[in-house]
């Protein structure tokens, strides 16, 4: 194993963009390499998510199904009660996450709503899940409530580079943004930042949100890289499709300069095939979203991930067992997960 190296916070326009110029094979062998100086190349950390407020956003965040200016024909529903979230969580957990994510389709949450989700982060976290939840824009005090409940991480996500953000968004800025993510540290929770690829943005767009993620005073310990699913309804519908092989770059170079973060294949896997969903494992990517359902789309069904990771080799990270088809097509289930334990963002 190569030693590690220190995370730089430095990273210039050129140095990015020189990866994004590099060969595929020569870029994916450097990824893979600086993978295996810091985690376990074949443990994969299982995120699921609930949509636990949906639709009727004031915001106008072109890619979103959720923004009430589109009509994507979405049923809004309000903030779902506790039973019902706990009921999701315990069936996430059963299914093998270890992590459970909660999204509220908010410009930022109202002081009373906030009550209800810490309720929701306190019995969740009680079933011995990690939570990380995301409400839109916080105020100080706001991330310091969530903090105070024990919230593990908050998802606030750049989604693009500061150039291209106007062409996104215009009802906040990307300085909102920034504004939200300073809370989120200073409240002392961890942060889930990352962005989406697909949406017409050029390669310099893409070097450039890589590059205000890995130079933020402290990396997120979470990236997900999500590529555009594409909603009937939204602006960003009928965007001219991203070349599968740019995805992978973008997973590669994400894992390169956030070598101890943990860099998620999020939104876009039904759209991919399992060659590509393995490229991605090879180029760092080491989370995913697991579960049928994102926020509103589809995910690939609990058992096909279960015959990837098989396939694969892949073990979910933070579990006792692991999944590996042997010689005579058996599985072993092996003990023991210390050698990635540390690993654990
Ligand atoms: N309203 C909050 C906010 O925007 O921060 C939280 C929920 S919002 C749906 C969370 C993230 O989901 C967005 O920042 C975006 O990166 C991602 N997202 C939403 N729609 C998407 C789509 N159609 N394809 C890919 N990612 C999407
Ligand atoms: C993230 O980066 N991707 C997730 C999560 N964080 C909240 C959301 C993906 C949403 C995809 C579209 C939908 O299902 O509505
Ligand atoms: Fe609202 Fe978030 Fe969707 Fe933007 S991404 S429209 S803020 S739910």
């Known amino acids: 194993m190569s030693e590690a190296q220190a995370t730089r916070h430095d990273w210039r326009s050129e140095e990015v963009q020189a990866l994004f110029a590099l060969p595929f094979n020569d870029l994916l062998f450097q990824a893979q390499t600086v993978h295996r100086a810091h985690f376990d190349p074949n443990a994969v ?24 200016r589109f009509e994507t024909g979405l049923k809004a529903e309000p903030l779902m ?49 990690e939570t990380c939840v995301t409400l839109g824009m916080l105020k100080q005090h706001q991330a310091q409530r969530l903090a105070a409940a024990g919230l593990d991480y908050y998802n606030h996500n ?48 893409r070097a450039e949100m890589l590059r205000v993620l890995a130079n933020l005073p402290e990396q997120p310990e979470s990236v997900p890289i999500n590529e555009l699913v594409q909603v009937p ?82 073990k979910p990270e933070g579990q006792g067992a692991v999944v590996k088809a042997d010689a005579c097509g058996d599985h072993h289930h092996h003990a023991g997960v210390a050698e990635h334990a540390a690993a654990t963002a």
């Open 45 to 68: 950390q299982l995120s699921t998510l609930l949509s636990i407020k949906t639709g009727a956003c004031p915001e106008d965040c072109a890619y979103c199904p959720q923004s009430v």
């Open 81 to 129: 009660p506790l039973q019902e979230v706990m009921r999701a969580a315990q069936e996430a957990k059963d299914n093998g996450a270890t992590r459970f994510c909660m999204g509220a389709a908010w410009r930022s949450p109202k002081d009373r709503d906030l009550e209800k989700v810490e309720e929701m982060v306190r019995e969740v976290k009680a079933m011995g899940l």
């Open 158 to 205: 750049i989604d693009t580079s500061p150039e291209h953000y106007s062409e996104i968004i215009t009802t906040r800025t990307f300085e909102d943004r920034l504004e939200t993510l300073g809370n989120v540290r200073d409240a002392g929770m961890k942060v889930c930042c990352g962005g989406i690829v697909g949406m017409g943005e050029s390669p310099t767009d």
């Open 233 to 314: 309804g939204t602006p960003l519908d009928g965007a001219a499709p991203l070349d599968p092989f740019d995805f992978v770059r973008t997973i590669a170079i994400a894992r390169i300069m956030m070598p101890r973060s943990h860099v998620r294949l999020s939104a876009g896997r039904t759209q991919m095939n399992d060659e590509l969903q393995a490229l991605c494992f090879f180029a760092g990517a080491n989370s995913i979203f697991y579960g049928e359902r994102l926020l509103t789309t589809s995910n690939p069904q609990n058992d096909k991930d279960r015959q990837l990771f098989q396939r694969l080799g892949l």
